[in-house]
């Protein structure tokens, strides 16, 4: 008998491919572009063997319930697994496998547009152009922060975050700071200084959040945190939307507690489009593209099909996630 498997999403061809050429699946999916509902979901996954899914299904116990018992793995085409609940899955000794990695230059490569369009003020300066604002080339006109010679603060020195310092460090950037549980022997390529959270506020121009979202960094960034911060600092998330209080980074933006700040993950996605926060100019909000970029994508969804196979096969997972 075939083992059953059910994809929460149309996928990237690449994954669709493994998934067939493996041979072994009886392949369902929900083919569209929008999120499975969550009563589909929960009739879809009835008697798998394995689902893959996306960040925006919340794979927890009434999922596992409703998969029933031959459910042995879950495959997620993302780096962050904050949404699947981890204990419930661990507890009746599944398998997850996962993406990192693949998608960590582009995701840098976003993060870095998105410091730079936020701190040279990128879209407010296309919209002056668009509304006849701009009037002629003015000395005092909108000026905004460069990273020549900055100090550049990176919360998660990850993979992710290793990258997006390896991109910044040749803009100049003088000094780079990083925060975490211990120093990282990798951090000397940089020229990290791993320093206390207190310490990166206070000094850092530029402050990129790049840590997975766990119960020690939600909502981390607060009123306290952005109270730290230089009144020129510009603050940038590329990591998960509950990690800022979005209140408090609204305050702290129109207050002119900080300079500006751009978010690529927001509480919730979407963000609903009469949110205040998309009413400040000095907010940059992106709607979740860090990974988005054709070739990522479709190597995203291979490695998530591949992680599939060899689970479900016995195989060794090329990116399984250590529980
Ligand atoms: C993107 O946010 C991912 O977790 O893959
Ligand atoms: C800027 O365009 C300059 O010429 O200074």
């Not at 936020?118 to 460069?146: D, H, I």
């Not at 010679?149 to 020195?157: A, H, Q």
Request: overall charge neutral; proline content about 6%.
């Amino acid at each position: 008998k075939p083992m059953k498997v059910f994809v929460t999403r149309r996928i990237p061809q690449e994954g669709i491919r493994v998934l067939s050429k493996s041979g072994v699946f009886e392949l369902s999916v929900w083919d569209s572009d929008e999120p499975v509902p969550r009563a589909e979901l929960l009739k879809g996954v009835a008697g798998v063997d394995g689902i893959l899914c996306l960040l925006t299904d919340r794979i927890d116990s009434e999922v596992l319930d409703a998969a029933g018992p031959n459910l042995k793995m879950i495959s997620t085409m993302s780096v962050g697994v904050d949404h699947l609940v981890i204990e419930e899955i661990k507890k009746r000794g599944m398998r997850v496998g996962y993406t990192p990695d693949v998608l960590t230059d582009a995701t840098a490569e976003l993060t870095v547009a998105l410091l730079l369009a936020t701190a040279r003020r990128l879209l407010e300066g296309v919209q002056e152009v668009k509304s006849g604002g701009w009037s002629s080339w003015k000395p005092l006109w909108m000026c905004g922060y460069g990273l020549n010679g900055s100090t550049v603060g990176v919360i998660g020195l990850g993979r992710i975050g290793m990258a997006i310092a390896r991109r910044l460090k040749p803009f100049g950037v003088k000094k780079l700071l990083y925060t975490g549980r211990a120093p990282k022997p990798q951090a000397a390529e940089v020229e990290g200084e791993h320093v206390t959270l207190g310490r990166l506020l206070s000094e850092s121009d530029f402050i990129v959040v790049s840590c997975s979202l766990i119960p020690e960094t939600r909502g981390l960034c607060d009123k306290a945190f952005f109270s730290k911060m230089k009144r020129t600092a510009v603050f940038v998330n590329t990591s998960r939307g509950p990690v800022v209080n979005q209140e408090d980074l609204y305050e702290a933006l129109s207050s002119g507690q900080i300079a500006a700040a751009g978010l690529d993950v927001t509480t919730p996605e979407p963000l609903p489009t009469n949110h205040p926060l998309l009413t400040l100019k000095n907010c940059v909000v992106l709607p979740h593209i860090g990974s988005a970029t054709y070739s990522t994508r479709g190597i995203m969804a291979e490695l998530a099909a591949t992680n599939l196979v060899a689970g479900l096969t016995g195989k060794a997972m090329p990116s399984e996630l250590a529980l």
